[in-house]
């Protein structure tokens, strides 16, 4: 009698046809600009959709582990190697890739653009501002969208707007972030309110130079304290 293998569905399919499935990687990669948030992306050479906008992946390689992948992809398609990226979300829609079966993972990073300079500029490589992607290349709108939502829930209570802005800056600027993250205005007086009493600012004792409006003051960032009430709660 023939045996049946144990991947095998009342036996219609082989170990092979479940082996045919493919893993890629796509990275989501944040950054703000002139008030806007903005994402990496490319122009997408697949046929299928030619000229449209895609996020920054490729396949995962049969020796490699995922989370070097994501570096490994990130790397090759923008020339940047300082930056952390974090899983989000795992996508596997059967028919999201032309070519076949690809389950493809979600990362994603938040960076300051102007420490952060692209070296290659391969298919028009660029930062695009996130609310002027209406459409995007297989799922990746979806990803795009996934991406900006963990993002939403994390400014909350957790400080990685910080990533976009330089090491010193103004309220304003502090502002002016989250509502581009958040996609609404915010309240001045009750936002640098709550900011106070996080107390996740150092004043720096500095203002603003070369502003077209009355300068403000600097603050940074107070990652030491951050980290040590976050032990605290751990």
């Known amino acids: 009698m023939k045996q049946i293998s144990r991947f095998s569905h009342f036996g219609e399919l082989s170990d092979k046809d479940y082996f045919r499935i493919a893993l890629s990687v796509d990275c989501v990669i944040f950054g703000f600009e002139d008030g806007e948030l903005k994402v990496l992306v490319i122009k997408c050479n697949i046929k299928e959709y030619k000229g449209m906008w895609s996020l920054l992946g490729d396949l995962v390689k049969p020796d490699e582990d995922i989370n070097s992948a994501s570096y490994r992809i990130l790397k090759e398609r923008t020339g940047l190697d300082d930056v952390y990226l974090e899983q989000v979300h795992t996508f596997g829609k059967v028919n999201r890739h032309p070519a076949g079966r690809v389950i493809t993972t979600a990362y994603f990073s938040l960076v300051n653009i102007k420490d952060h300079q692209l070296k290659l500029s391969d298919n028009e490589l660029h930062w695009h501002p996130v609310k002027d992607i209406a459409e995007m290349a297989f799922d990746h709108k979806s990803i795009l969208d996934t991406c900006l939502d963990r993002l939403r829930e994390k400014v909350d209570d957790q400080p990685v707007v910080f990533n976009l802005l330089p090491k010193k800056f103004s309220?304003?600027?502090?502002?002016?972030?989250?509502?581009?993250?958040?996609?609404?205005?915010?309240?001045?007086?009750?936002?640098?309110?709550?900011?106070?009493?996080?107390?996740?600012?150092?004043?720096?004792?500095?203002?603003?130079?070369?502003?077209?409006?009355?300068?403000?003051?600097?603050?940074?960032?107070n990652a030491a304290k951050f980290a040590k009430k976050a032990k605290k709660i751990s």
Do not use: I, T
Request: hydrophobic share 40%; aromatic share 14%.
């Open 171 to 221: 309220l304003r600027e502090l502002q002016s972030v989250y509502e581009a993250v958040l996609n609404c205005e915010l309240d001045r007086r009750n936002f640098r309110k709550k900011f106070f009493m996080m107390d996740w600012l150092v004043d720096l004792n500095e203002l603003e130079e070369d502003v077209p409006h009355r300068p403000g003051k600097l603050y940074k960032f």
